[in-house]
């Protein structure tokens, strides 16, 4: 039988060359104003335009999972992860280029299973996290430079939610008969008040199934206000933020003859920005761990749970809710900041670019 190993470094060069490759950015309006037009010419653009770009930014991911310090790199979850990248930079690099509809129905679907594929990276990566922890003897002897690999999954998750985003906006735009106001996975006219009501429901229920109770969440703002954005990523925000909150109201209210105060989502449309503050009264967090709450290194998860990571619910099992939602944020041109007064509680300010203009935040 022919060695595997020629194949191997065939693939290996072929990566670092696509690696070194310029990656390009899109906007949100850029997005909108295309997929407005999903014809079959548009549709064959974007798959070309795909077949170039996604070899490039999954080939610069594989090439950082490869080059982890503190033997990350090593970690079984890890090595899977990056087996999952190759797997998929192999799948469209070497598909046939696409030059009429059949080519891009195929490619289409191809992608798609692409994008099954990547389902399980936040836990996987979580549990290589986890394992080199336990290697390094907990938190407390975490050697110097260990930010390193803080920004080296602030870089790798930026860039999933990218990838998932050109994959599933591709995809969405097959949709035979979309929605009114809905181009692909945008919603031309987002009410984030009814999205909060929607996120803090399925948060509420998870508190309720937890502890068997759950403060109420009260929500102000004006309900006939919308604004383009992309639906799934504003609730997986919201539904952390409420949850996070939910939590501390539940466990510092629990032993107590007072009754929980509620959460209070306030909903603010400014010229930039639609912010998008999340109160509660669940005791706050002291100053000294507040910056932890943005990084993966520190969770008190035991074990990240080894399930279906697409919906944000999975992520409540090993504290990334925190710092993803703040990825979730930047990737349009915003940001999720958090201040909290300890005896008392916290403040989430999530805020949301809605002019659109912003590019993607490529590493």
């Not at 696509?18 to 949100?28: E, N």
């Not at 979850?77 to 797997?87: C, E, G, H, S, T």
Request: with cysteine.
């Amino acid at each position: 039988m022919a060695s595997t190993e020629p194949v191997a470094r065939a693939v290996a060069e072929e990566v670092a060359r696509w690696g070194a490759m310029r990656q390009t950015g899109v906007t949100l309006r850029y997005m909108m104003e295309f997929g407005a037009r999903p014809t079959e010419r548009n549709l064959l653009r974007s798959a070309q335009f795909l077949q170039r770009e996604l070899p490039i930014r999954i080939a610069r991911r594989a090439l950082d999972l490869d080059t982890l310090p503190f033997g990350l790199s090593a970690k079984p979850a890890v090595l899977k992860v990056r087996d999952w990248y190759l797997d998929s930079f192999r799948d469209i690099r070497y598909f046939p280029e696409v030059r009429n509809r059949d080519d891009e129905l195929a490619f289409t679907q191809m992608i798609k299973m692409v994008r099954v594929r990547h389902t399980n990276v936040v836990p996987t990566m979580a549990l290589g996290v986890q394992q080199l922890k336990k290697d390094l003897g907990g938190t407390k002897a975490f050697p110097p430079g260990i930010d390193e690999i803080h920004q080296f999954l602030d870089r790798f998750y930026m860039s999933r939610i990218g990838i998932r985003m050109l994959i599933g906006q591709h995809v969405a735009l097959h949709e035979p008969d979309p929605e009114p106001g809905v181009i692909g996975l945008i919603s031309t006219k987002l009410s984030p008040m009814r999205l909060a009501q929607l996120a803090s429901e399925d948060a509420r229920a998870i508190c309720m199934r937890e502890y068997g109770s759950s403060p109420d969440v009260n929500i102000y703002g004006d309900p006939d206000f919308t604004f383009p954005y992309v639906t799934p990523h504003l609730h997986l925000m919201m539904f952390e933020l409420v949850k996070n909150s939910l939590r501390a109201v539940q466990e510092r209210y629990m032993n107590s003859d007072k009754h929980a105060p509620p959460v209070r989502i306030i909903v603010a449309d400014g010229a930039e920005d639609v912010t998008i503050k999340i109160s509660d009264e669940g005791g706050g967090i002291p100053r000294s761990g507040l910056s932890r709450i943005f990084t993966y290194l520190y969770s008190t998860a035991e074990n990240p749970p080894d399930l279906d990571g697409h919906n944000g619910v999975t992520m409540a099992g090993y504290g990334y809710g925190i710092p993803i939602s703040r990825l979730y944020a930047r990737y349009f041109g915003g940001d999720l900041q958090i201040i909290s007064m300890e005896g008392y509680g916290t403040d989430a300010y999530l805020h949301l670019s809605r002019l659109g203009d912003s590019e993607e935040p490529l590493h």
